[in-house]
């Protein structure tokens, strides 16, 4: 079985014991070889009901959906917020090149 046929089903499958040796030998070496896969192993078997797995999963990627979308607004405010100040430094800037100028030129 290569690695990439490892998926959920796969994964609780190894858990409940019902895979064929074959297949459990796959899934051994995969995780041996792959901390994630593991870590997802491990993460399967703490779910108590193994029904309401489709209902966890949502669950964590609107809360992980939620997370980044916090964090790219919180990029994009420091851009926006001191926008009004750059506009007034360039015209408080332009104003004082002006009265240089003027009073040079008198």
């Known amino acids: ?28 070496e995969a995780l041996a070889a792959d901390p994630f896969l593991s870590d997802a192993l491990e993460g399967l078997g703490q779910v108590p009901d193994k029904q309401q797995l489709e209902f966890v999963v949502a669950q964590l990627n609107a809360q992980l959906r939620r997370q980044v979308s916090k964090r790219r607004q919180r990029r994009r405010k420091p851009l926006q917020q001191p926008l009004w100040m750059y506009v007034l430094l360039i015209l408080l800037l332009a104003v004082l090149c002006w009265l240089a100028l ?5």
């Open 102 to 106: 003027k009073a040079v030129m008198v």
């Open 1 to 28: 079985m290569p690695q990439a046929a490892i998926n959920t089903d796969t994964l609780l499958k190894y858990l409940d014991g019902s895979l064929n040796d074959a297949d459990r030998v796959a899934v051994q």
